[in-house]
């Protein structure tokens, strides 16, 4: 079998507790695998979050078509969340950076440890 000529590979092996049979394939169309027999997934929350950006994605895309109005306003949403990060950004930075004014001093005036 094959994808856009990507080969499918299908892999049998055996648990090495119990001697069960896994099976899986790989889905070169979603770029993953998919578990035929003998196991099961483990939850991946970055995949439901995946998904559920690209379903977010494809229904505003449906939204924009038609609509111009629309489409602008979307443009201004992520302006001013793009904004907002940059300046939670900068924020953080500005608290990073070591203050000089508050360095304690020894009798001679140099700076002591911090």
Known sequence: MTYLGIQIFRFYFKCTRCSAEI?????????????????????????????????????RAAEEMGDAM??????????????????????????KVPDTSTARRDDDGAECGP
């Open 70 to 95: 629309k489409s602008l306003e979307n443009r201004a949403v992520d302006s001013k969340r793009d904004m907002d990060i940059l300046a939670a950004l900068e924020e953080m930075r500005s608290m």
């Open 23 to 59: 099976a899986f394939k790989t889905d070169p169309q979603n770029s993953d695998y998919v578990v035929e027999s003998g196991a099961s997934r483990n939850f991946e929350p970055w995949r439901e979050e995946d998904e559920a950006v690209e379903k977010e994605k494809k229904k």
